[in-house]
Nanobody
Framework: QVQLVESGGGLVQAGGSLKLSCAAS????????MAWFRQAPGKEREFVGA????????YYADPVKGRFTISRDNAKNTVHLQMNSLKPEDTAVYLC????????????????WGRGTQVTVSS
């Protein structure tokens, strides 16, 4: 099965930047629609962004538009989330997800998940 492992989280001050990575194992990585979600304490899992196999279709949630950039490198089976101008409200566990099929902004549509990486933004 596909396994996803996130990395790159940490503690950063407001206005700073972090780059998250999601390394995927298994075959047919390029066939999956990849996404990032986040979940803060006491809140539901929230869609952040998604990208199709060749990067021609990219989606962002409104709160991160203009600040976050999602990309993928199929040769390395890796997806990235560049996060700039971070705000305290961005604090959450960030999770990488994969779905075989149509794009989706709903967590329940995704087939595979990483364990997540913590991002904490201090004011």
């Amino acid at each position: 099965q596909v396994q996803l492992v996130e990395s790159g989280g940490g503690l950063v001050q407001a206005g700073g930047s972090l780059k998250l990575s999601c390394a995927a194992s298994g075959r047919s990585f390029s066939s999956y629609f990849m996404a990032w979600f986040r979940q803060a304490p006491g809140k539901e899992r929230e869609f952040v962004g998604a990208i199709n196999w060749n990067g021609a279709m990219i989606y962002y949630a409104d709160p991160v538009k203009g600040r976050f950039t999602i990309s993928r490198d199929n040769a390395k089976n890796t997806v990235h989330l560049q996060m700039n101008s971070l705000k305290p409200e961005d604090t959450a566990v960030y999770l990488c997800a994969a779905r075989g099929g149509l794009p989706s902004g709903y967590a329940y549509d995704y087939d595979y998940w990483g364990r997540g990486t913590q991002v904490t933004v201090s004011s």
